[in-house]
């Protein structure tokens, strides 16, 4: 039995090999990065850890940024990585933050990001992931010099594509080889990471879980809410007219996504009996969620405010700190392993 354990710990190790050496990390396990959640405490402490923590930078002028880099820098001497959205109207400048802080890992995310951009990155040192919806992006971005991807599947908290990871995963792992990817969506269990780990994935990516974790920010309202939660209560928002796009987010539904349902059928009344005209609706549309992840995050108003989060959330039962979550992970893997070896 104690042969097979450290049959199955040299194993998963291998397994985890490409992803850990990418990270500069024990375990190839990123904490993706969330809005409001993903600051200086919940970073250091995953790093600290053993994980890959990623500040979410969000909306954040540069010299919030560069401030938080800091805070976090001397909370831990782990690499972690900055996520940075690719809409954001100082990426340029934001990218600069980034390298004279010396942050190893820049994830952009949000869009597509632009060559310049990847450029500047990688000539400034740092290593470049970005995140592939489909197989013809992942490869472009492969051309781009694009170090890592991120397939991230619908299942995950927060703004999501279309595609589940289970075909992302079948779409992309076997293609790729050149970079490493990682998986993210839905992940709660080491079992389900093992299993995209020996389909050539890197390592994985995880949100929902750090975000009930002790060492977070957040809200005990919103970790509450997330206890209380099943899988099935972690919807994308509803778009009610093909005319006005709504960006699909997944989170728990609560009273605000049911008045975003009545906020859009009031706005379409108001485009129909001509009081606004098709751009002032579709802003009044978009208007609606502003400030919202915040007002559930940091002001504990689960009700009203966006509780992003993943299918995984069904998996959160207790609030635990990063290490645990972390060991809880890999050792499920290795029971994986040890339980197959067992029966071969
Ligand atoms: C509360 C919350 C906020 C998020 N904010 C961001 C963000 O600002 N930028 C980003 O790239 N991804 C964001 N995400 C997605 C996560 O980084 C991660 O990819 C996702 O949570 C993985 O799926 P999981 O929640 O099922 O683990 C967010 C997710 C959650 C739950």
């Known amino acids: 039995m104690l042969n097979c354990t450290h049959d199955a710990a040299g194993e998963y190790a291998a397994l985890q090999a490409r992803g850990a050496a990418f990270l500069g990390t024990e375990h190839a396990i990123m904490a993706g990065a969330m809005s409001w959640v993903s600051e200086r405490h919940l970073v250091s402490a995953i790093s600290n850890a053993g994980g890959f923590g990623v500040i979410a930078c969000g909306a954040m002028p540069p010299a919030l940024l560069e401030a938080e880099i800091a805070a976090t820098q001397a909370m831990t001497d782990k690499p972690f990585g900055v996520n940075l959205i ?38 400034g040192g740092a290593k470049v992931v970005a995140f592939a919806p489909a197989l013809v992006l992942a490869k472009r971005f492969v051309k781009s010099g694009v170090d890592a991807l991120v397939i991230e599947g619908s299942e995950a908290g927060g703004h999501i594509g279309p595609v589940s990871l289970t075909v992302l995963a079948q779409e992309i792992l076997p293609h790729i080889r050149e970079v490493p990817v990682f998986v993210a969506g839905g992940l709660a269990r080491g079992e389900a990471i093992l ?14 879980r750090f975000a009930a974790s002790v060492e977070s920010i957040a809200h005990p309202n ?71 992840l915040r007002r559930a995050v940091i002001d504990g108003d689960v009700e009203n405010g966006s509780v992003m989060a993943g299918q995984s959330v069904g998996m959160v039962t207790s609030i635990q700190p990063v290490a645990e979550i972390l060991a809880d992970l890999r050792a499920q893997a290795l029971a994986a392993l040890v339980a197959r070896a067992a029966k071969a």
């Open 86 to 123: 690719t809409m954001h109207p100082q990426l340029d400048e934001l990218v600069q933050i980034c390298l004279r802080a010396k942050v190893t890992h820049i994830v952009f995310a949000g869009g597509i990001p632009p060559g310049p951009a990847i450029r500047a990155a990688k000539d």
């Open 195 to 208: 299993g995209y780990l020996e389909m050539g994935a890197a390592g994985a990516q995880l949100g929902t």
């Open 222 to 292: 919103f970790k509450q809410a997330f206890l209380k939660a099943n899988a099935r209560d972690a919807l994308p928002s509803v778009q009610i007219d093909e005319r006005f796009p709504v960006i699909p987010v997944r989170g728990l539904v609560n009273e605000g996504t049911k008045r975003f349902m009545r906020h859009q059928a009031e706005v379409l009344k108001k485009f129909q009996n001509g009081e606004l005209d098709k751009n002032a609706a579709q802003l009044e549309i978009e208007h609606f969620w502003a400030g919202a």
